[in-house]
């Protein structure tokens, strides 16, 4: 992987990122972890970067995600508590090995398109 796709993946994650945690925060400032719904809607942009990244923009989603939602928690004032309840929450863990297998699928399926490209 090239230093530019790389980059082109770090960036993609970090606006999905700002973009989900600020949505999130327009819409429920006093809990931006959403103690109240089951399925957290920054886990829409890890799916779509891990699917089409594959490992890579699995792991730059989700470490952005989190990074996002804590700064913005903190930045109105709120606690991080949501975060530890998120991380043990059901809903949010399978969403996680979803996630994973949606890296993994996409990771062959990118490398099955760049075997075919230079065949």
């Known amino acids: 992987m090239s230093t530019s ?18 949505g999130i925060a327009l819409a429920s400032p006093h809990d931006v972890w959403l103690a109240h719904v089951g399925f957290h809607p920054a886990w829409i ?13 699995l792991f730059l989603a989700l470490g952005l995600c989190v990074a996002a939602l804590s700064a913005a928690s903190l ?3 709120n606690s991080l508590d949501g975060l530890a309840a998120r991380a043990s929450n059901a809903s949010d863990l399978f969403a996680l090995a979803a996630a994973i297998l949606i890296a ?3 990771f062959r399926v990118r490398g099955r398109g760049a075997a075919t490209a230079t065949a």
């Not at 796709?5 to 600020?22: F, K, M, N, P, Q």
């Open 5 to 22: 796709s790389g980059r082109t993946i770090l960036l993609e994650a970090a606006g999905a990122a700002v973009l989900a945690a600020g």
């Open 45 to 57: 942009a890890v799916l779509l970067l891990a699917a089409h990244y594959g490992s890579m923009g």
């Open 104 to 106: 993994w699928l996409g």
């Open 75 to 77: 930045a109105l004032g």
